[in-house]
């Protein structure tokens, strides 16, 4: 027993090590990318948000439709710079710092007209695909829609909630939705199909879970990994799966139904974790306003950095005991 809690407290320790590194390059990726999306917004050109140093200056032209030529002289390069030449190096050469030469950049293609000659390369994939047609339906069909996502999101599905909730709050900032009514819908949704996991728990059983179970996002992996954040952290663990690790929340549901666990505690701290995570989205949603696929690359770093520092804090517990019980002499 002793030797297995050392080795426990020796791969949690490996394991604080491992993800520190990147929890700071996210935490600084995420703030970057804020900042490059405040900066596009005051530009005019949302869009722009997802410039980077290491574009080449034909790439940006491409990307964003305007003459290469026109873009070189609003930067107020020589006419004959190499336009495969990338921001970094350019910036290098300009004596400016590589992220205040995208900010730049950023103004430059804002004031350039669109060259409609040009034409954007984009595949996002099948999965892109449906995520895209999915949200689109919010556009089209507004309330309806975003609770469909958010319920079936709820109940294990692999559709994008949080894209769905931060479109409502664009919407919401074009006048388009109600920002009260969105919010009560998204959190009425999402703790109907947390109470659909929670019933399915209790009433089919874990033996049909663990046949069935792959389709409400319910597999051996995340069942031990909840499982064990149960053991620790009680129904706080419902709390933290409605808003650190929104991922699990689903598969946290079943679990809490299996268990038998007091259907009133449940529904209390789903329903403040589901309001928590809400109004997050919800209120970047608003902030971005009319563009929503510029706070793609913001909501991106910050999913992740969320998971790395749910991670970090879990390693950093075990690696200190805390996450177990003292073995005995």
């Given at each position: 027993m002793f030797r297995y809690y050392n080795r426990t407290r020796w791969i949690a320790l490996v394991l604080l090590v491992v993800v520190s590194a990147p929890t700071v390059l996210f935490g600084f990726r995420?703030?970057?990318?804020?900042?490059?999306?405040r900066s596009a917004y005051e530009a005019g050109a949302p869009t722009t948000s997802s410039v980077r140093a290491w574009?080449?200056?034909?790439?940006?032209?491409?990307?964003?439709r305007v003459p290469a030529a026109q873009l070189i002289a609003h930067l107020q390069l020589q006419p004959e710079t190499d336009p495969d030449r990338s921001l970094r190096s350019l910036a290098e050469s300009s004596g400016l710092s590589p992220f205040a030469f995208v900010q730049r950049t950023q103004r430059?293609?804002?004031?350039?007209p669109a060259d409609p000659?040009?034409?954007?390369?984009?595949?996002?994939?099948?999965?892109?695909?449906?995520?895209?047609e999915l949200v689109?339906?919010?556009?089209?069909?507004?309330?309806?829609?975003?609770?469909?996502?958010?319920?079936?999101?709820?109940?294990?599905?692999?559709v994008p909630t949080g894209l769905s909730v931060t479109l409502a709050g664009s919407?919401?900032?074009?006048?388009?939705?109600?920002?009260?009514?969105?919010?009560?819908?998204?959190?009425?949704?999402s703790i109907l199909g947390d109470v659909i996991g929670y019933g399915s728990g209790r009433l089919l059983g874990q033996h049909f879970l663990e046949r069935h179970g792959r389709w409400f996002g319910y597999t051996p992996k995340?069942?031990?990994?909840?499982?064990?954040?149960?053991?620790?952290?009680?129904?706080?663990?419902?709390l933290i799966t409605r808003t650190l690790a929104s991922h699990l929340s689903s598969v946290v549901s079943i679990l809490a139904g299996l268990a038998h666990q007091r259907l009133s505690v449940f529904l209390a701290f789903d329903a403040v974790g589901r309001a928590l995570w809400t109004f997050a989205y919800f209120a970047l949603g608003y902030t971005i306003g009319g563009n929503i696929e510029a706070a793609t690359a913001f909501l991106t770093n910050l999913s992740v950095l969320l998971v790395l520092l749910m991670l970090l804090v879990a390693a950093g517990l075990a690696a200190s005991g805390a996450l177990f019980d003292a073995p005995g002499p």
């Open positions: 995420t703030y970057s990318s804020f900042v490059l999306l574009m080449t200056l034909r790439y940006v032209a491409t990307r964003y430059a293609v804002a004031d350039l000659s040009q034409r954007q390369n984009e595949n996002s994939g099948w999965f892109g695909w449906i995520s895209d689109s339906r919010v556009l089209v069909y507004g309330y309806p829609a975003m609770a469909s996502i958010l319920l079936f999101g709820a109940i294990g599905l692999p919407l919401a900032a074009l006048g388009r939705m109600d920002w009260l009514l969105a919010t009560a819908i998204a959190v009425a949704a995340r069942y031990a990994l909840v499982q064990a954040l149960f053991d620790r952290w009680g129904a706080w663990t419902i």
